[in-house]
């Protein structure tokens, strides 16, 4: 619907003068001015009308009024003109001097259109109902073309949507979140909000709507200050008049990846900085923080109870990604409780669990907890280390994906690993020296699918599968570590897995993924390794966009 025009918008013109019925007949064009007509819009300032032949005009033209009946163009009578001229037009009048309007052609065109094949030919007439039309001006041939207010906000919406959305962003499948490439995700949010932001200046409308998605995603990678970021926290609570939710309230994603100085953990760290507050409905949660390169060894610190409490109580029912890096310990005796409250929650990463003796008065009582059937019903992505934890978890219904970065793997993972062994598909393993019991694992893991495993020096592919190959297993992703191809390692092992494969112990095997970057000594041999799997029907993919499941993502 277009919007009604107000007197402001409309050009005042002079008054005409008033012409007795004596002058009409024997006046000259230079008496009175013409009146010139566009699409039922008057320019002389008199109300429109419509051309018709002169048998079928129903009223009189304002020339065969007599002149008793011709009331004097006072200030008065203008306002009424005007009035008259909103009423009749049904067009959006657009400012412009009166010398611009009068430059236009007396006559629109009314060229025919060439109808397509099978439809009925259709004339350009004025007398076609304008009402989701609006007139251009500026332009060389004026035209009329549809206005974007006269479409839907739904549609407006749509637009703005499929224009700025970021998919990967929110995807939380086992599958998105092992093969995402963050930087390249990074990049995809960060021009997503610069494409929000120049819309939301558009014009109003789009603000309107703009504005809904403006701050659906935070992504901070350098440090403000504390100061700066609660102002900006008190920014996103902020209500605005004849809004119903805040700014903060429409944030989806909040992700904190910058590197810090300090190297303990502040009470303002509980609720960074008051973000989760000004936030209350994350459905994901990425804090990634990197400290500065150390001479001796990597400084980490380690977070608070009151931090993973104000995590649970918040987000118990919207959270569905939590990731903490490596630079952050976790408290150990914090895992299970946040977790028995975080019903949503489907992927958890959790790289460093610190050891630090919890308060007992502090660790009485967790308010929002789930009955025991209830809890983590939806975890299918564990990363990091927390499977190392004894009593972390229980019963995991949709379990898909584990991450093992340690050679020492307790009982207590080797029970879980037994009890959802029907629905683990994918598995990541950090391949050590020191022992070799991933061979013991792979076979606890019947439904196997996917294996990722990091290629350590002085590794081969028989402390890796086991001695009678796997049913199941189809994708291999090898992350690569070291540069020096002549080591013993997976990579140059692979003559002793192409036989494994020729043997038939890998009977649903059909493909092999580099991760990481591909030196110089790696490229060696490659091309005459990746022939051979070609002609078995396995294919050979580098992807130096994947890195390991540990540190940081």
Avoid at 132 to 155: F, K, Q, W
Wanted: net charge positive.
């Amino acid at each position: 619907m277009i919007p009604q025009v107000g007197r402001s918008h409309l050009p005042i013109f002079p008054p005409l003068p008033v012409r007795s019925r004596s002058a009409q007949k024997g006046s000259s064009p230079t008496e009175a001015p013409s009146v010139e007509r566009v699409d039922g819009v008057s320019i002389g300032g008199l109300p429109a009308t419509r051309s018709h032949p002169p048998a079928t005009r129903s009223h009189h033209s304002l020339s065969s009024l007599p002149s008793r009946q011709m009331p004097m163009q006072t200030r008065s009578k203008r306002s009424t003109t005007v009035e008259q001229v909103e009423r009749s037009s049904r067009v959006k009048r657009v400012k412009g001097s009166f010398q611009s309007l009068a430059k236009r052609p007396r006559k629109l065109s009314m060229s025919r259109v060439e109808p397509d094949e099978g439809s009925s030919p259709v004339t350009h007439s004025p007398d076609i109902f304008l009402s989701r039309t609006e007139l251009i001006h500026g332009s060389s041939s004026d035209m009329y073309c549809a206005s974007i207010n006269t479409l839907p906000v739904e549609i407006v919406r749509d637009i703005i949507r499929l224009a700025t959305e970021v998919p990967v962003a929110f995807d939380t499948r086992s599958e998105s979140v092992l093969d995402e490439n963050r930087v390249a995700t990074r990049r995809l949010i960060i021009e997503s909000i610069k494409t929000k932001t120049s819309l939301s200046i558009v014009s109003k409308l789009f603000h309107i709507v703009a504005d809904e998605y403006l701050y659906e995603t935070l992504l901070l990678t350098k440090f403000p200050g504390c100061a700066s970021l609660r102002r900006f926290a008190a920014f996103l609570r902020k209500k605005r008049r004849g809004v119903l939710r805040s700014r903060g309230e429409r944030v989806r994603r909040l992700e904190l990846n910058f590197f810090f100085h300090t190297y303990e953990w502040t009470t303002s760290w509980d609720s960074l900085w008051g973000l989760l507050p000004a936030c209350p409905n994350l459905e994901a949660l990425l804090f990634h923080l990197r400290s500065y390169p150390d001479l001796y060894f990597r400084r980490t610190i380690c977070c608070s109870e009151q931090f993973a409490r104000n995590i649970a109580r918040r987000y118990g029912r919207t959270l569905r990604n939590f990731e903490m890096g490596e630079a952050i310990e976790f408290p150990q005796h914090c895992i299970q409780p946040m977790l028995a409250c975080l019903e949503s929650l489907e992927v958890i990463y959790v790289c460093g669990n610190g050891h630090h003796t919890p308060n007992p008065r502090a660790s009485k009582q967790w308010t929002g907890m789930l009955p025991t059937g209830n809890r983590v019903k939806h975890l299918h992505t564990i990363l990091g280390e927390i499977l190392r934890l004894e009593g972390a978890f229980h019963s995991l219904p949709r379990l898909r994906h584990i991450s093992l970065n340690k050679s020492y793997v307790p009982p207590t993972v080797l029970d879980l690993l037994r009890l959802h062994a029907g629905s683990i598909v994918s598995l990541y393993y950090a391949q050590n020296i020191l022992s070799a019991p991933l061979p013991v694992i792979l076979e606890t893991l019947p439904n196997l699918e996917h294996l990722l495993v990091q290629d350590y020096r002085n590794t081969a592919w028989d402390k890796v599968l086991p001695t009678q190959g796997h049913s199941k297993l189809r994708i291999l992703t090898v992350f690569l570590i070291y540069s020096l191809y002549e080591e013993r390692t997976m990579l140059s092992d692979m003559e002793s897995l192409l036989h494994t494969v020729e043997e038939g112990c890998l009977p649903q095997f059909k493909k092999i993924r580099l991760g990481g970057l591909l030196r110089y000594g790696h490229r060696q041999g490659l091309p005459e390794l990746g022939e051979t799997w070609s002609r078995l029907g396995i294919t050979w993919e580098e992807r130096p966009d994947l890195k390991p499941m540990h540190g940081s993502l």
